[in-house]
């Protein structure tokens, strides 16, 4: 089955710095990518996703790229902010099984 | 609010008691999702329906666990004799679901449980 690895499992910047988290899948078939952020007792919420048929997806500061050949896909996030503070959460799934298979999380704390 | 609801949010049981969690998905969505989050890791897939029908269930979901949604609407997980190592945060989500298409499964808030 599915798995998904990502690194780092925390990562502390400064306000206005950027940030980057990696994740690798192991099944090629997987063809949909969503990353969520998960903050202190709530809910894991979509912040961006992208599908196997592109490269690259922005959404103002966040940015997602995907290399399929590599099995890789990060999370890019510019001019950060202390409301980005959160666990980020990346996940990969195999739209013929439906099921989301999360990687272990990021800890993202930025300082003012 | 029209999104993902779960009830109750919190419980605490006693080891060997059962306990039951609702979610109520969002209205037009055809498929529902159930998963566990341990402290420090993400969430773990247990199973899902596609309106009234089970498709998939993780290895995760012991004979202890039972879930339905029996008018392809809400659905209900059921722990049967719960054990300590049961404690966790059960998280719901939907989906619109066309083949293929890789929706967005939105999240509910979830039901953290903890068993004495």
């Known amino acids: 089955g599915e798995n998904v690895e990502q690194h780092p499992s925390t990562l502390s910047v400064q306000e206005g710095d950027s940030a980057v988290i990696k994740c690798t899948y192991s099944?090629?078939?997987?063809?949909?990518f969503p990353w969520y952020k998960q903050e202190l007792g709530k809910r894991p919420q979509l912040i961006i996703d992208?599908?196997?048929?592109?490269g690259e997806k922005k959404d103002q500061r966040i940015a997602v790229t995907l290399n399929k050949t590599a099995k890789h896909f990060s999370l890019h996030i510019t001019e950060t902010q202390p409301e980005d503070s959160a666990v980020y959460f990346c996940?990969?799934?195999?739209?013929?099984?439906?099921?989301?298979?999360f990687g272990t999380g990021t800890r993202l704390l930025v300082s003012p | 609010d029209t999104g993902v609801s779960q009830n109750p949010r919190h419980k605490i049981t006693k080891r060997g008691q059962n306990v039951t969690f609702r979610c109520d998905p969002i209205?037009?969505?055809?498929?529902l999702y159930w998963y566990r989050q341990t402290l420090g890791q993400g969430p773990e897939f247990l199973t899902y329906?596609?309106?009234?029908?089970?498709?998939?269930k993780s290895r995760l979901l012991s004979d202890r666990f039972s879930a339905e949604r029996p008018k392809g609407s809400f659905s209900t997980l059921e722990i049967q004799r719960t054990e300590q190592g049961d404690s966790a945060m059960y998280l719901c989500?939907?989906?619109?679901?066309?083949?293929?298409?890789?929706?967005?499964?939105?999240f509910g808030p979830g039901t953290r449980l903890l068993v004495l």
């Open positions: 329906f596609q309106n009234e029908a089970q498709l998939e």
């Open positions: 992208i599908r196997s048929n592109v």
């Open positions: 099944d090629s078939a997987s063809n949909y």
């Open positions: 989500a939907s989906s619109l679901g066309s083949s293929g298409s890789g929706e967005t499964q939105y």
């Open positions: 996940a990969a799934v195999n739209t013929g099984f439906q099921k989301l298979v």
């Open positions: 209205s037009e969505h055809n498929r």
